[in-house]
């Protein structure tokens, strides 16, 4: 009876809402030999849930020792080696025996303190890198979940908007903050004119490995939103997405003109006069000046009218 009694409070103290270190890697039947013979001092009396909240205290609610567990991935087996090595001594001391209580938080401390200088020295990772893609290598090891945590990012980044000009070079690169495998897929898609991020709008234009996609030349119809998936293995990693807005050559010139001919004018509407020219001395000369300002403004834009043209 007063085994099984042992036993509910042995479960009652590791299943509760707190989790951590010590309950990912010590087993259960360890632990009820721990603490079998957990004497209160002061009382003089066996208290197995004391040893349960001391073990909680230490181990579990400890900061330190929770941010000493986060290791990469493959690492939580070394976590385990290092707990159990200053754990299992400890339990097959104590089996069957009775100590005081301040004992127990004296040894359990002290193997705390040795796991987190042990456990610290393990390799850490990067971490996660905003705002998206699945980073299989960023995720640690938590110990209040006994789990590797996910970046928890959607594969899906937000669209980055390119201008160019028609007829010029475009350049869009499938580049993430974050480490890839060696062994990558990279596939290239277009939705035309829009600017979406719907998969059923996109058609594939490429598929391999090459991570920069180029124009060489940029018309109209490259207008649109250009998607870059990256797979490694089967696994889609991340999703890029770039939106490619041309402007017509056409309409690049006309603004251009009409650029060259606001900077020619003062307020008021008249031209700015020739730089070093003698100041005016009569009505006359004053009305020939913007005529030659203005023929020759008049002589650029056609010039720069008919090469735009040209091309």
């Known amino acids: ?178 480490a890839l495998s060696d062994e990558i897929e990279v596939i290239w898609r277009f939705a035309e004119e829009v600017r979406t991020q719907q998969v059923d709008h996109f058609k594939e234009v490429t598929v391999g490995v090459d991570r920069l996609y180029s124009i060489p030349s940029t018309g109209l119809h490259h207008q649109g939103t250009y998607q870059c998936e990256i797979y490694s293995g089967r696994r889609s990693v991340v999703r890029l997405y770039f939106y490619l807005a041309v402007t017509p050559q056409a309409v690049a010139g006309h603004t251009e003109l009409q650029e060259i001919f606001d900077l020619s004018l003062l307020p008021g509407g008249q031209l700015v006069p020739q730089t070093g020219a003698p100041p005016p001395s009569s009505a006359s000369s004053f009305l020939r000046l913007p005529l030659t300002v203005l023929l020759m403004a008049c002589l650029t834009a056609s010039l720069l009218l008919l090469f735009l043209s040209l091309g």
């Open 1 to 178: 009876m007063c085994t099984c009694v042992l036993w509910l409070a042995c479960l009652a103290g590791l299943l509760g809402p707190s989790l951590g270190c010590y309950r990912c890697f010590v087993a259960v039947e360890d632990s009820l030999r721990l603490c079998w013979g957990h004497v209160v001092a002061e009382h003089g009396i066996r208290n197995v849930d004391g040893c349960f909240q001391k073990l909680d205290s230490i181990f579990n609610n400890d900061q330190a020792v929770i941010d000493a567990g986060k290791v990469g991935r493959g690492y939580d087996k070394q976590l385990k080696q290092i707990l159990d090595a200053e754990i299992l001594p400890i339990v097959e001391e104590f089996d069957r025996k009775e100590n005081n209580d301040y004992v127990y938080e004296q040894r359990l401390q002290t193997a705390a303190d040795n796991f987190i200088a042990a456990a610290s020295k393990l390799p850490r990772v990067s971490g996660c890198f905003p705002p998206c893609g699945f980073q299989s290598a960023g995720a640690e090891y938590n110990c209040i979940t006994c789990q590797y945590d996910s970046c928890e990012f959607p594969l899906d980044c937000p669209v980055e908007e390119i201008k160019v000009m028609e007829r010029s070079r475009s350049r869009m690169r499938c580049d993430v903050p974050f």
